[in-house]
Every structure is written in structure tokens, then in C-alpha cells.
């Protein structure tokens, strides 16, 4: 993570940065640029994110292309390809302001070839594209703490540079081509939801054997089978608490983007399949806005087992 002071002291003014997409992940990527000296302008269709940004000194604008005018930089923190488009290329999009040279930072998760053809197509403006998921969760994205698995031009990274050390305790430079931080991003995203429903599973199985849930974790976390998912994960569950942190939809979304790829490559994930196939049962279950462990709780409701917060 980049200490304010020393960066300020590189460049004393460090520029104007637009971040799209307010959200727990956006909001704290905001906050870390803010701290860093940037002048952040923030914009998102929640007001209530907007006036979280506001309060901590960071300026408000009502579409895309008014934050992006006479930015350095668009930080876009949307959930999907879909609306990575919309917020470059659609009515009041950035790609109408966005000054010439400066860089868009997409950290949507998404299919490498969409990747590929919006920065070929934003390109083409002469603005810089760098492709640049991300990875760590909204803790460590307000900490400027985040894995960034980013993929460029030269020049789309030293334009980056800064915001990118600003908001990152770990930057990865995978290429000089867009799409191939996206495809890291994806083999990050089918260990993660693979982890999380096995962790669903496990945990959850532990219960039904009349096992002290609370020890299990304490156990596992010890033990050769934990994963950063169990030990991060099912302290939700000890404590009967599904606020989103990380929504159940985003790993159907994730996951669904994992078969496209794989049924395009010929290449069997059914390892995969078969956890995208329980998100979907708790997305079906009214679950998809909460937290990605309500897997847990669709084996509990299955099964009849009792755990924390659920009738049993």
C-alpha cells in the first residue's frame, strides 16, 4: 500500500480520479484513493453511497461521463461485463468525456473476451484501457489493501500507476493484453465458490453429526483441510449472520461465466458445475442478495439440521 505522504511528495498533485460504482468494494477502493490525495469523485445509483463518499470530503456527480470529465482516471467498480458497457458506452457514458490519454480501470468481473472487445473498442478513442479485477473483500478494499490482477498497455499502467498502488497491497502485472487479468480472475472465481460450498457443505455436515460447530472450526482451522474460504467464511454461520459481504448471485454469475468458458474450451469442470449448481438452489431459495455462505443453510433446510439462525 502506497503511504500518502511519499506518493504526494512524488507528485504533489496527484489528479482527479472518477470511481463508478459505490458499492462495499467501491466505496472503499473511494476512501483509499481519497486518503492517498487524490481528488475522488464518486458516482453511483444508490444516493446513500454517493453521500457516504461526500462525507468523507469526496465529491458527488449525478452520471458516468460528469464524474469522468477532465478525470486522470475512471476507477469502474460495476457488478458484471454487462453494466462495464453501459458505463462506458451508453447514454451518459464516460467514453463521451473521459479526456484523451487518460486510462479506464475495469475491475468488474467478467468473461475475457468481453474484456478483449471493450478495450479494443474504448481503445480505438484513444483512451487507455486496463483490464484489473480485484480480489480481498470490502475490509481490505477500505484498507487499500486489495489484490489487483491487472493486464495492459505500457502506457495503460503508467497511467494507472498511482491509483493502483493506492488501492493495492499486491499488484499483479499479467500481460500487456486486456482479457488476461479477467481469465486470472476467473480461476480465482471457481476456487472461491468451490471453497465456499464445500465449506457449506462440511460445516453443515459437522452439525447434523451432533458435532459442537463452534470446535469444528476451531478444529479445521488447525487442520490440513481449511481454506481461506472455511476460515473466512463459517464464523457467519457460528454466528447465524447472512449479511451480504460477498452476495450468493455474484457466484452464480461467476460460475456461469466459468461453464460458458469451459463449454467453449471443451474443457470438464464438473467440480464447478455441481457448487454453481447449490448457489443456484439458494439464489431459487431467496437467498441471492445474501451472504455467498447461505449455501450452508440450504443444506440445513434440506436436511433438517440445526444450525445457527435456522429453524431446523
Not at 474504448?122 to 483512451?127: D, I, M, P, S, W
Not at 460460475?255 to 439464489?283: E, H, T, W
Amino acid at each position: 500500500m502506497t503511504d500518502p505522504a511519499k506518493a504526494a511528495s512524488a507528485d504533489s498533485r496527484l489528479g482527479r480520479i472518477a470511481v463508478i460504482g459505490l458499492g462495499s468494494m467501491g466505496l472503499g477502493m473511494a476512501l483509499s484513493l481519497k486518503r492517498a490525495g487524490f481528488d475522488v469523485v464518486g458516482c453511483d445509483v444508490s444516493a446513500d453511497a454517493v453521500a457516504r463518499l461526500v462525507a468523507e470530503k469526496g465529491r458527488s456527480a449525478a452520471t458516468p461521463a460528469e464524474a469522468a470529465r477532465d478525470a486522470d482516471a475512471v476507477v469502474s467498480v460495476v457488478v458484471n461485463a454487462a453494466q462495464t458497457e453501459t458505463i462506458l458506452f451508453g447514454p451518459q457514458g464516460v467514453a463521451e468525456t473521459l479526456p484523451k490519454g487518460a486510462v479506464f480501470i475495469s475491475s468488474a468481473t467478467m468473461d475475457p473476451d468481453i474484456a478483449r472487445r471493450l478495450a479494443k473498442q474504448l481503445e480505438a478513442t484513444g483512451r487507455h484501457y486496463l483490464d484489473a479485477p480485484i480480489s480481498g473483500g470490502a475490509q481490505r478494499a477500505a484498507q487499500g489493501e486489495l489484490t489487483v490482477l491487472a493486464s495492459g498497455s505500457k502506457a495503460a499502467f503508467a497511467k494507472a500507476r498511482l491509483a493502483l498502488d493506492a488501492m493495492s497491497a499486491k499488484l499483479y502485472e499479467l500481460g500487456d493484453e486486456p482479457g488476461q487479468g479477467a481469465a486470472f480472475k476467473m480461476i480465482n472465481q471457481l476456487l472461491a465458490g468451490v471453497h465456499i460450498a464445500a465449506a457449506s457443505e462440511a460445516i453443515t455436515f459437522a452439525a447434523k453429526q451432533g458435532l459442537d460447530i463452534r470446535k469444528v472450526y476451531d478444529v479445521i482451522t488447525a487442520s490440513a483441510g481449511n481454506s481461506w474460504m472455511f476460515e473466512n467464511r463459517v464464523p457467519h454461520v457460528l454466528d447465524g449472520d447472512y449479511t451480504p459481504r460477498s452476495a450468493v448471485d455474484i457466484f452464480v454469475k461467476d460460475l456461469g461465466i466459468i461453464q460458458d468458458m469451459a463449454r467453449n474450451a471443451k474443457y470438464p469442470v464438473p467440480v464447478a458445475a455441481a457448487a454453481l449448481q447449490m448457489f443456484l438452489m439458494a439464489s431459487a431459495s431467496g437467498m441471492g442478495r445474501d451472504d455467498d455462505i447461505s449455501v450452508a443453510r440450504v443444506y440445513a433446510r434440506n436436511t433438517g439440521t440445526k444450525i445457527p439462525g435456522e429453524p431446523g
